[in-house]
Structure formats: C-alpha cells, structure tokens
C-alpha cells in the first residue's frame, strides 16, 4: 500500500496520474471482477476525489473499458514472441509468459474473457483485437509450420487459441498436472492440429 | 405465426403451456439477444398476459434461466452420438449436428455461451454442465483414440470443445471454407490433438 500513500501526497501530471489510475484499476482487478470494480473503490485507493476521478474518465463505462484495455495490452506485451528464439521455443515461452500472466491477473483476466461475452460490443471488440493480435502472431509464421495460410489454417489458429484460453483457465483452477506438461502438451498441439490431412484437402 | 394464434384460442394444461412458453422463448432467441426476450413480448406472442406468464416463472431471471437450459438441451439432445457409427464416423454426425444447431439457432447458441461469461452464476453453471457433458462424450471414449483417460486429456478433451465452439461460431458469421471440410478438419483434430507425445511423457 505503500504506492498508494504516496500517490496520495504527490501531484501528478495529467498522463501520469491516467496511467496511475489505470495499472491500479488493473491491479484491483486481480482480486475483484469487473463488476465490483467501482469507481468509488478506485477513487479512494488511489487517494482522489470521486470528482477528480471523472476528470480522466467521463464515466463508469469508459473507465472499465480504459482498464480491460489495458489488462489486455499487458496480456499482449507479456506474450509478444521472442524473435531469438526457434520457432517451437518461442512458442513455448509465449505460453509460458501467458500462463503466468493468467495465474498472476485471474480476475483481471477473466474480465477480459467475459467482457468479450458480456452485452457491452466495446468490450467484446477489445477482446477480438486481442485474440485477433494473438491469432495473426500464428497464422503470420505458417511457414513455420510447412504450411500455407488458407482460410481453414486461420480458423484453426484461432481455435487453437479459445483452447489454450480455456485449458489454462481450468488449469489454474485446478492444476492437476505440472506446469511443465501443460506448456509442453499445448505447444504440440498447436503443429498437430495445422497438419491433419483434411487442411491439404481441396475445398 | 399460425402456432401462436392458436396458441391464443386453446386452453392448455399448465405443463404443455410452460413447454410452449419454452418453445416460443428458445424460438425468439433466433432473432434476439437474451436481452432483448422481455417477458412483455413472450406473452404478446404466446397469447396470454404477463400476469399468467408470472404464473409460470418468478421472474425474468427465472425464466430466461428456464429458456437458456432448453437451448442447453436441445444442444446436448440433437448432438447426442449415434452408437450404431463407427467412432470417427460418429464424432462427425456429431459435429455436424452441432453446426447444423448453432447456424439454425445462432442467437440462442450465443446467449448460451455468453451466459457463460455473464455475471449470472446459474446461467455459468448451465453453460459448465452443458461442457462437461459434451467434454465427458469424449472422456468416456478415450480408448477410442487408443489413450488413457488421464488429467492431461481431460483438459484436452474441455480445450478442444472450446476449440470448435469458437471454430463454429466464426465460421458461421464468415464461412469461407465448405461445412464438409470444416466437418472433417475438426473430426481430425480431436485424435491429433489427444496423440501428442507430450501426454504420454511421465508428470
């Protein structure tokens, strides 16, 4: 809490008090959903007046928006490809990186996945940017693979990618094998399902 | 609209009425959101008044829970596997069934899948049950694919429904590739999937 005293004592510029009040937004959401996240709560972690508070966001709604968008820019940042590494290392360390991210950021992260499904169509777009951006990340390396980079490739990937989302969701939430087999099993998969011989086939 | 001017003029039992109700609310669900299946259009469509609508269902909570696990239902019942196919061949009819259901009952599907993510826990806890039973008719056939039914392929077995669900879904809004090919890639992409050798590796 030691951030959040000082902030109280310390005049911010304009951008860096948005940026304050966005990572603290986000790190609010590691132990609360999106719902709960009100701006009364952030207001007062962060040592504001409510009326201050309105001063960087118009309203409730954009200020959630504001912070699912940042959770998933911090998703996106954490798993960006290390373009050093062979192509099935470099797979397994984004997974990896994404892993952690979801076990560190559960909440923040589910707001994000719901946030998709929820009636809001501007958080659902943050979410398909995102997991377009993740998509693209495979379908942009095909070769990689010994593969083209048809319509049916591109449906998979990003089915590949709603399975990873939901494989390590139910992991974190009961993590009956190592971490080390589940990076391992999910990055075979990714080779595995690109190669089935329906994909070679004509339309 | 025939079956709802009849519905107008004939006194029904209270159980054929509620299963009317049901019907009608899952057959709304094509057109809309299920936000936008008020109680007040229900029973402008069925004939009866929202009073005698409150007879069947506390509330709108109540009765949109109602209407989502008939969709559920109608989901789990119309891609029930056929015991008499081959394996490979029955996972396909499967499949099939499932995409035949989400192209017809598009908005429906949706409600349910976003129920998923809503902050509603009893529409979740529909959504879950739904995935599991559809996760447990694979689990239950592991030997099928030659494999142990082990925590690795049961998380599989989960990320690969999620996989076709989002496969399906932005197939449906964009299909560029033939529902014949889309069937036999998916069909092709649980055995792969579950024959990485990740999963046989030791914990």
Do not use: C
Not at 11 to 20: H, I, T, W, Y
Not at 111 to 135: P, Q
Not at 157 to 165: I, T
């Amino acid at each position: 809490m030691t951030s959040m005293t000082t902030a109280k004592r310390v005049r911010l510029s304009p951008e860096a008090r948005r940026e304050q009040l966005l990572e603290l937004g986000v790190e609010m959401l590691t132990t609360r959903t999106l719902d709960e996240l009100s701006v009364e709560s952030l207001a007062e972690q962060a040592g504001i007046s409510r009326g201050l508070l309105f001063h960087y966001f118009r309203n409730k709604q954009e200020f959630h928006r504001a912070v699912v968008q940042r959770a998933a820019d911090d998703l996106l940042a954490t798993t960006a490809p290390d373009p050093s590494l062979e192509p099935i290392a470099r797979l397994t360390r984004s997974l990896e990186h994404y892993v952690d991210y979801v076990r560190r950021n559960h909440r923040a992260y589910l707001s994000l996945v719901r946030g998709a499904a929820s009636g809001d169509d501007s958080l659902r777009e943050i979410f398909d940017r995102t997991r377009d951006v993740l998509t693209r990340r495979i379908t942009d390396n095909m070769g990689v693979f010994g593969l083209t980079d048809g319509a049916a490739e591109r449906l998979l990937a990003r089915g590949w990618s709603a399975m990873v989302e939901e494989v390590v969701l139910a992991w974190v939430a009961d993590p009956q094998i190592s971490q080390q087999k589940l990076l391992a099993v999910l990055t075979q998969t990714l080779p595995a399902m690109l190669s089935v011989p329906g994909l070679a086939a004509a339309e």
